[in-house]
């Protein structure tokens, strides 16, 4: 079984500030996939990575794929109360379809 | 254009009951992948079920079993209910291509809760 770690597990910081998760594993992942999930409802797909190396942006979100997709990494610039949630990273196996979820990181961004 | 749609929302059961969940998958998807999501902690894969067949499975025990119908929905279904199976369930569907889920975009439902007391 595949494993992914999630640093920190939980970040509470101010309106404004800039954070990063970290997703790790030792295991190569096909894709790797950012969830955002709020209290009550179902993860949200934010962004797919596949090759390594890559680099996408939503807003004010950078999500980055490690070059031997086995990491990645979610930046997020000048939080805002509405970033507030828990950030899920989840890798699929180079082989078959299921995917495997990290811990999760749990952010507050108080005003 | 709905959703995934997942009943009940809430539920409560005790030791030893049986359970069964059911899940709609997103209009013109035809994958159903099942997760347990315990408090604090990130989804965990169950099965998935693609043709009304199950085509992967996680570290679950055999209590744990499911369905699905030829509409695409689907059930899951937990015998012998442990304390420890209180977590929230939740439903995603996906669209498989040519009997092949490569990176699939998966859309979850909100879950539903259970509680075993």
């Known amino acids: 079984t595949q494993l992914l770690e999630q640093s920190p597990q939980f970040l509470s910081i101010q309106e404004g500030e800039n954070l990063t998760v970290y997703c790790n594993s030792s295991?190569?992942?096909?894709?790797l996939q950012w969830y955002r999930q709020e209290p009550g409802e179902g993860p949200v797909l934010l962004v797919t990575v596949v090759t390594g190396g890559e680099v996408k942006k939503l807003k004010r979100l950078t999500f980055q794929f490690g070059d031997a997709r086995k990491d990645s990494s979610l930046h997020i610039t000048a939080a805002q109360p509405g970033d507030t949630g828990l950030y899920l990273c989840?890798?699929?196996?180079?082989?078959?379809?299921?995917?495997?979820f990290g811990e999760g990181t749990q952010l507050t961004v108080n005003p | 254009d709905a959703g995934v749609t997942q009943s009940p929302t809430h539920l409560i059961k005790t030791r030893g009951q049986q359970v069964t969940l059911r899940c709609s998958p997103k209009?013109?998807?035809?994958?159903v992948s099942w997760y347990q999501q315990a408090l604090g902690q990130g989804p965990q894969f169950i099965f998935q079920y693609y043709e009304e067949e199950e085509r992967q499975r996680g570290n679950f025990p055999d209590r744990f079993s499911g369905h699905q119908f030829p509409n695409y929905s689907s059930e899951l279904n937990v015998n012998a209910l442990l304390l420890g199976d209180s977590a929230l369930y939740l439903c995603a569907s996906s669209s498989t291509t040519g009997g092949i889920a490569t990176n699939e975009k998966l859309f979850f439902g909100s879950g539903t809760q259970l509680s075993v007391l």
């Open positions: 295991s190569v992942f096909s894709s």
């Open positions: 209009s013109g998807h035809d994958t």
């Open positions: 989840a890798g699929r196996e180079t082989s078959g379809s299921r995917l495997t």
